[in-house]
């Protein structure tokens, strides 16, 4: 079965403080990885795409790297707005149009 | 500028009322998404419409129903609501370019309380 799962489920950092998000996958053949960030009340909004082992993309303190069964999303020196819950999703080559989300994790940045 | 746009924001029903819930997307993508979002679960989808005059069954399609009127607007039916269809949901859109994988885009989401 198709499965996403992310840890920690809440991390609470300094600012400054460096860490990473976890993100583990089993799917039937990868078709890519994505990284979304969601404020409360809002939908969530993309940060980042992978499709390969071994690629990884940034975008100013955020970056996210893939392997063959996970992918990190490093927050360097982050800053209290970098406070949001940060989702992963996959797609399998199996399905479509089946994205499949794992739980997030709410990230809290105090100054 | 708009994007996804949801509509209402926020609702309450009653057990057994039935309300729509309204999407439009201003960036002529061709897949839109019905999306549920509730605590501990990822978000699930409900149904889904590849392209204009298609939709289709998604993981948690039960008590729902979808309608595509044109390529702007995807809107979610609950015929007859449930305590269970208390959640957050979010409707997205995507080029999707039949068989491509693209990035989702979403709108800011409808609280639903049933009661």
């Known amino acids: 079965e198709d499965q996403v799962t992310q840890s920690p489920e809440a991390l609470r950092l300094q600012e400054g403080e460096s860490s990473s998000l976890n993100c583990s996958y089993t799917?039937?053949?990868?078709?890519?990885l994505f990284w979304y960030r969601q404020d409360p009340g809002k939908g969530p909004e993309f940060l980042f795409t992978?499709?390969?082992a071994g690629e990884e993309k940034e975008k100013e303190r955020l970056k996210a790297t893939l392997t063959k069964k996970e992918s990190f999303l490093h927050i360097t020196a982050p800053k209290p707005e970098d406070s949001a819950t940060y989702l992963c999703?996959?797609?399998?080559?199996?399905?479509?149009?089946?994205?499949?989300f794992g739980t997030g994790t709410r990230l809290k940045v105090l100054a | 500028n708009a994007g996804v746009t949801q509509t209402p924001k926020f609702q309450v029903l009653k057990t057994g009322q039935s309300m729509t819930l309204q999407c439009a997307q201003d960036?002529?993508?061709?897949?839109m998404y019905w999306y549920r979002q509730d605590p501990g679960m990822g978000l699930r989808l409900i149904y889904y419409?590849?392209?204009?005059?298609?939709?289709d069954k998604g993981e948690v399609p039960n008590g729902y129903n979808v309608s595509r009127l044109n390529k702007r607007e995807f809107s979610l039916r609950l015929e007859s609501a449930a305590p269970s269809q208390t959640s957050v949901y979010f409707c997205?859109?995507?080029?999707?370019?039949?068989?491509?994988?693209?990035?989702?885009?979403f709108g800011s989401g409808t609280q639903l309380s049933v009661l």
């Open positions: 799917v039937s053949g990868l078709r890519g």
């Open positions: 992978l499709y390969s």
């Open positions: 960036m002529n993508h061709n897949s």
């Open positions: 419409s590849a392209s204009e005059g298609t939709t």
């Open positions: 997205a859109s995507s080029g999707g370019l039949t068989g491509v994988f693209e990035k989702l885009f």
């Open positions: 999703a996959v797609q399998a080559a199996s399905g479509t149009y089946k994205y499949i």
